[in-house]
């Protein structure tokens, strides 16, 4: 089974200090990898996706990801945060085409950024 | 563009009652999902939708029923609610095809049930 695991329930970090929020996966094949992000009492929002390719992409609001396979890591990160990116972050794999292509998804990372 | 609208946004039902929760897109999309996210658990999948006239269990689906009405709605329906349903639930979408692209989530209904 397609799995994802987020070893921090929060990360707390200084406006302007660089951020990372981890992310491991398990997956029989070649993963498909998200990143999303909730702001309170709104859905998800897609920050970026890992299908192939570069190892390090690029996504919304200056965050970027590192696919590391020997490591089955995917860790969302950012030069320097701000306080608007207190949230909470989602990690997720893409099930396969038999499943629906459905996400299954961490427990979430609380971020929070002090002035 | 409104994307994935979901109604109600906020329900408090009592042990036993039922309701349906709305999901609408209108970005052609071939691929409707419903999540329920609870604290500390993330989203778990409950019922998924690959296409028009499909649907399909997922990890959760126990207390639950859906239809998949036409292309852009796909409703979930509460037989006889528990305290266990207690959630916030999300309907999202997805062009489909070969898996890469994202989904577009909704923002949400949050449901209580007493």
């Known amino acids: 089974a397609q799995s994802v695991a987020q070893p921090e329930d929060q990360v707390n970090v200084a406006e302007g200090n660089p951020l990372t929020v981890k992310c491991t996966y398990s997956?029989?094949?070649?993963?498909?990898l998200f990143w999303y992000v909730q702001y309170p009492n709104r859905g998800l929002q897609f920050l970026l996706k890992y299908i192939t390719g570069d190892n390090l992409v690029k996504g919304s609001y200056g965050f970027e990801a590192e696919f590391n396979k020997s490591q089955t890591s995917f860790h969302l990160k950012k030069p320097s945060a701000l306080v608007s990116d207190s949230a909470l972050y989602f990690c997720?794999?893409?099930?396969?085409?038999?499943?629906?292509?459905?996400?299954?998804f961490g427990k979430g990372t609380s971020l929070l950024v002090t002035p | 563009n409104a994307g994935v609208t979901q109604t109600p946004k906020f329900q408090v039902l009592k042990t036993g009652q039922s309701m349906t929760l709305q999901c609408a897109q209108d970005?052609?999309?071939?691929?409707m999902y419903w999540y329920r996210q609870d604290p500390g658990m993330g989203l778990r999948l409950i019922y998924y939708?690959?296409?028009?006239?499909?649907?399909d269990k997922g990890e959760v689906p126990n207390g639950y029923n859906v239809s998949r009405l036409n292309k852009r709605e796909f409703s979930l329906r509460l037989e006889s609610a528990a305290p266990s349903q207690t959630s916030v639930y999300f309907c999202a979408s997805q062009w489909g095809g070969q898996g890469n692209q994202p989904q577009h989530f909704g923002d949400g209904t949050r449901l209580s049930i007493l």
């Open positions: 997956v029989s094949g070649n993963p498909y």
């Open positions: 970005m052609n999309h071939n691929s």
């Open positions: 997720a794999v893409r099930d396969p085409p038999d499943s629906g292509y459905a996400l299954n």
């Open positions: 939708s690959a296409s028009e006239g499909t649907t």
